[in-house]
Antibody
């Protein structure tokens, strides 16, 4: 069955960097676009970024453009989110999600918590 | 950016009742809407895509409808496991893939 397992979250100081990983299994990873979505404590879902199946196309939400970079390694079935210049408002649970043919997000990981605090 | 507005923010309902949640887009998005269910401490789960196509394993008591700018999610007879937060999302015009702010179903 499809599994997405995020890792790399933790407590980080403002201005520092963090890299999240998402290991995929149970489907042909290289065939699907992949997304990152976050959820601040007690808040709703916020879409962050998408990468195409081959990694050639990437798009971002404006608030993270220039600070966050989405990437993937299809040989390792792994999605990444490099987060630089972190701010307190980046504190959230970060989910990776599999795209369903340019439509919805049909499978989600369990999330990894990132806390930005001094 | 397309804004998705869900109403109401919270609905108090009793088990067995029928309930309809609304989602309105700031411009026409055809039927390019998904609905998700999220329970506390869990990741979201896809319920519908293309406004009305049920995702794998979703019970028939859930139905989705709408096109253009107005969309609804209906639960015909609420079960205890249906009390959760529901989000709509558009994928017609991206980036960004915008979500609504969510509607929480709580037990009356």
């Amino acid at each position: 069955q499809v599994q997405l397992v995020e890792s790399g979250g933790g407590v980080v100081q403002p201005g520092r960097s963090l890299r999240l990983s998402c290991v995929a299994s149970g489907f042909i990873f290289r065939n699907y676009g992949m997304h990152w979505v976050r959820q601040a404590p007690g808040k709703g879902l916020e879409w962050l970024a998408v990468v195409s199946n081959d990694g050639s196309n990437k798009n971002y939400e404006d608030s993270v453009k220039g600070r966050f970079t989405i990437s993937r390694d299809n040989s390792k079935n792994t999605l990444y989110l490099q987060m630089n210049s972190l701010r307190a408002e980046d504190t959230a649970v970060y989910y990776c999600a599999k795209e369903f043919y340019l439509k919805a997000l049909d499978y989600w990981g369990q999330g990894t918590l990132v806390t930005v605090s001094s | 950016d397309i804004v998705m507005t869900q109403s109401p923010a919270t609905l108090s309902v009793s088990p067995g009742e029928r309930v309809t949640l609304s989602c309105r887009a700031s411009q026409s998005i055809s039927s390019d809407v998904a609905w998700y269910q999220q329970k506390p401490g869990q990741a979201p789960r896809l319920l519908f895509y293309d406004a009305s196509t049920r995702a794998t394993g979703i019970p028939a008591r859930f139905s989705g409808s709408g096109s253009g700018t107005y969309f609804t999610l209906t639960i015909s007879s609420l079960q205890s496991e249906d009390f959760a937060v529901y989000y709509c999302q558009q994928y017609n015009n991206w980036p960004p893939y915008t979500f609504g702010q969510g509607t929480e179903l709580e037990i009356k």
